[in-house]
């Protein structure tokens, strides 16, 4: 059983940076597929950004990709994403997940996930 624990959110100008956290509790997180997603009003859920157990493999959307960096600290049992570029159209309500197998870019692919933190981009 994983719990997880997302922060950083906030308001930000276009342009701007944040530093999305993700704290799991349980001893296996750092066996763990981990991944960003996120939803905005009125919007389905989408994937963001992905990353294996181990660091070694990382996956983005292509909305994202250059802009968002994925990460994690095992040591912490803690999950990261480094947006920068902000724009308006990244204005949603993020989501980690995590996964005991692989993950993957759908959100069916993960069985554990966050409460989810609020990022709003102003133009």
């Known amino acids: 059983q994983v719990q997880l624990v997302e922060s950083g959110g906030g308001l930000v100008q276009a342009g701007g940076s944040l530093r999305l956290s993700c704290v799991a509790s349980?001893?296996?997180?750092?066996?763990?597929?981990m991944g960003w997603f996120r939803q905005a009003p009125g919007k389905e859920r989408e994937f963001v950004a992905g990353?294996?157990?181990?660091?070694?493999?990382?996956y983005y959307a292509d909305s994202v990709k250059g802009r968002f960096t994925i990460s994690r600290d095992n040591a912490k049992n803690t999950g990261y994403l480094q947006m920068n570029s902000l724009e308006p159209e990244d204005t949603a309500v993020y989501y980690c997940?995590?996964?005991?197998?692989?993950?993957?870019?759908?959100?069916?692919?993960?069985?554990?996930w966050g409460q989810g933190t609020q990022v709003t981009v102003s133009s």
């Open positions: 997940a995590a996964d005991p197998l692989l993950g993957g870019p759908t959100h069916v692919q993960y069985d554990y």
């Open positions: 349980g001893r296996r997180f750092s066996t763990y597929a």
């Open positions: 990353i294996s157990w181990s660091s070694d493999t990382t």
